[in-house]
């Protein structure tokens, strides 16, 4: 007789398995020079046998929901630092960051009436690509700061330099938050009527007047529920995935597996990883590898991008055609996403693929200020959206999602937003050691917005 309680286990062709080191043959940009070949080698080899962070199924499970989100039936929240920190791995920066995605969603599946599908750029969040290798402060030039998990943000020769040691602890920290992020959305935390009393909190602000009245539409929706005797208890719980940009490859390859049940490989760091802008070469290491993986996969479409190009990485990343696996995420800027995104969305007719289209509308909108800092314009952030909105109303295709860099702290790093944060208050508490991040009012302020457009989609 057959033992039931055994699955039977499927072995991967072992074709497969070499090819998920093919990316070693073929150029490769964004690494850390690592003082050390054998400590890296013997750091991904400890990262290899540790267990995997998300499970195959899970995985499976978000491809179907980002299919719905490429036909309109449901819309992607993707959210969170540019670069996590171990540092900021703390338990009330965890929460406030899940927090506000949680808030967000809310008011965008009331304006979208659809489901939203809520992910982190959390728990693995930790590789940078930067455009400089070197930094230059004054006299001293130092490698530039490429993300904790490969070396430290202080200008020094110590810190800078690349350390295999921290690709362990990058997993260890991820570990820890996602461990975090399941008790969050799994232990009550999540629950709808709770979420939606802190969004009133922040309808109440007198700064935010013009959301009272979408704030009381959610209200009375919530108690039409309740009243037609809606199951609360459900709606305890979210579905919460984790994502960051697959950029680090002895990182992501030992976080390579086989899934038993169908011997297919899976990037087991996250749900969903996606190449960014500076690493997605046709020809080039990140492609090959996330080709050859299932998860549902991202690449970031920058202004230039032309549709030649589109077409190629659709053949790269999804030559089955398959609904779910690809995702776009333009990042055109406020000023040219009303002529860069346009043509693509036209080719894209014209292609019997159905990638999955969702605005990044933080990495077009970057500025310095006379004093030096790094920031963004909630202005224009709004802008790209609407954008976005625009371009795919007028061409009949689908505005799938938004991806955003954001904290749940008060932080003083974008400009603008009710609270008008000027280049004064910048100083006072401005945090990233990358990117700057809408902050947490800024970020429903946003949803709100962004909420009207769904409303009109
Ligand atoms: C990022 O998402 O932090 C990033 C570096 O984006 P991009 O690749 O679009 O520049
Ligand atoms: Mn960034």
Known sequence: MVDSSEDTVVLADPAVIAGLDYWRTLPIKQQPAWPDSDAVGAASAEIGSMPPLVFAGEVDILRDRLAAAASGKAFLLQGGDCAETFAGATADQIRNRVKTVLQMAVVLTYGASTPVIKMGRMAGQFAKPRSSDMETRGDVTLPAYRGDIVNGYDFTPESREADPSRLVRGYHTAAATLNLVRAFTQGGFADLRQVHSWNQGFARNPANVRYEQMARDIDKAIKFMEAAGADFDELKRVE???????????????????????GTPYNTSAHFLWVGERTRDLDGAHIDYFSRVRNPIGVKLGPSTTPAVMRELIDKLDPNREPGRLTFIT??????VRDALPPLLEAIKEVD?????????????????????KTRRFDDVVDEVKGFFEAHRAAGTYPGGIHIELTGDDVTECLGGSEQIDEAT???????????????????????????ELAAR
């Open 353 to 373: 693929a159905t990638p999955l289209w969702v605005s990044d509308p933080m990495h077009g909108n970057g500025l310095t200020t006379p004093t030096g800092y």
């Open 426 to 452: 910048l100083a006072t508490r401005y945090e990233s050691l990358c990117d700057p991040r809408l902050n947490h009012m800024q970020s429903l302020e946003l949803a709100f917005l962004v909420a009207e």
């Open 240 to 262: 919460f995935y984790t994502s960051h940009e697959g950029l680090l490859m002895d990182y992501e390859r030992p976080m390579t597996r086989i899934d038993s049940r169908t």
């Open 331 to 336: 990042r055109m800027g406020a000023e040219k």
